[in-house]
Every structure is written in C-alpha cells, then in structure tokens.
C-alpha cells in the first residue's frame, strides 16, 4: 500500500521567515496531495490541495510544489505568522476513488516564534 | 450547512469495556471514515464506509469494527479496550469514496481508557 513519509516532525521559525515541510509517497499512481493542518484541540482542515496534472498552486502566502518523478511534494508557506503555528500533514492518494483510500504523513509540529 | 458531528466528544472508559463513537456526516456526504490520531502517529486509518458498505479497512485488530445506516450516519465500536485504545478518534466525510474528493473531519472523540 502506500506509504507517505513527512519530515520535519518538528519545525521553528521566526516570525516573518519562510517554512517548508516536506513529505515522500510510494505509490506512482497517487495523484491528489492535499495538505491539512490542525490548530491545538480543533480538527484538521483542508489548508491547500494539489493534483497531478500541475506542478504547482498557490494560495496567498501559502504553496504547494509537487515532483511526480521525484515521488515527493512540499507545503510552503512564507511570511509566517503565530497564527500559522499548528500541526500540518500531508497526505496521498490515488484520487479515483472505489476502493481506495487517503494516506496521510506522521505530521510537522510547527511553532512561528513572534 | 452542519459539518461533521462527532458524538460523545469526551469519555473514559475501563480497559476490558467497549465504546460506541457516532458521527454524523455533512448532508449529502456519503462516505465517512475513520482515523486514530495519537502523538507520534499522526493520523492512521481505521476504515471507511460508503453506501453502508464497508469500503476499505486499515491494520487494525478486528475488536474495532464500525458500520453505516442509510442516512449515512456512522458508527464505530471498540471492543474489549486496552489502554493503548486511547486516542483521538476522528471521523471524516466526503462526496465520493476513496480519496477522490476532499475529505472533512469532525471535531473527533476523545477517549481515555483507564
């Protein structure tokens, strides 16, 4: 089955600076990658999402870039702020449907220093 | 419109009990799934249930089973608990089954076996 790998587990950033998480699957044939991220104590979000058919999308100060090659895709957010601080996963899957089903990475701890 | 409702948000149960976890998806959603989410493990999948058929199933010991009514209304049940059954269930809808649409969770429930 497929398996998707995330790393940092844990993330500092000083406020204003640049975070990048980054996540591997194994699956050739997963193609929708999105992104959630889950605030202390709240339930995870659908923060960005992207398909295999682009290489990358954005979404004001936040981004995702994919390499189907390279089997790996990454969240990108700049300018951060404290209320960026949050657990984020990414996740794969084959997006077709039937019976197949979401994988998600382990998570990325991220702290925006103020 | 009513996102995803999970029921009871908080309970502590005895090892060697059961527990009942409910979860109402958002209306016209008829896939719902299923996730453990405890620290260092992110989020592993239990199950999902599209049309009241059980979809797929993760690598979970079979004392945790669920099922789906006709209003999509889902249901998961843990059988003789262990203390390492305490977690953060969460529950998820979607249009379509197997990833192919974007997934919602609910708020989850908490459950600590003591």
């Known amino acids: 089955g497929e398996n998707v790998e995330q790393h940092p587990s844990t993330l500092s950033v000083q406020e204003g600076d640049s975070a990048v998480i980054k996540c591997t699957y194994s699956?050739?044939?997963?193609?929708?990658f999105p992104w959630y991220k889950q605030e202390l104590g709240k339930r995870p979000q659908l923060i960005i999402d992207?398909?295999?058919?682009?290489g990358e999308k954005k979404d004001q100060r936040i981004a995702v870039t994919l390499n189907k090659t390279a089997k790996h895709f990454s969240l990108h957010i700049t300018e951060t702020q404290p209320e960026d601080s949050a657990v984020y996963f990414c996740?794969?899957?084959?997006?077709?449907?039937?019976?197949?089903?979401?994988?998600f990475g382990i998570g990325t701890k991220l702290q925006v220093i103020p | 419109k009513a996102g995803v409702t999970q029921t009871p948000r908080y309970l502590i149960k005895t090892r060697g009990q059961q527990v009942t976890l409910s979860c109402s998806p958002i209306s016209g959603h008829r896939s719902v799934s299923w996730y453990q989410q405890t620290p260092g493990q992110g989020l592993q999948f239990l199950f999902e249930y599209f049309s009241e058929t059980q979809r797929n199933k993760g690598n979970f010991p079979g004392r945790f089973s669920g099922r789906q009514f006709s209003n999509s209304r889902s249901e998961m049940n843990v059988s003789t608990l262990e203390l390492g059954d305490s977690a953060l269930y969460l529950c998820?809808?979607?249009?379509?089954?197997?990833?192919?649409?974007?997934?919602?969770f609910g708020e989850g429930s908490w459950l600590t076996v003591v």
């Open positions: 998820a809808s979607s249009l379509a089954a197997g990833g192919a649409d974007t997934i919602y």
């Open positions: 992207i398909r295999s058919n682009v």
């Open positions: 996740a794969a899957s084959k997006g077709s449907g039937g019976y197949q089903k979401v994988t």
């Open positions: 699956d050739s044939a997963s193609n929708y």
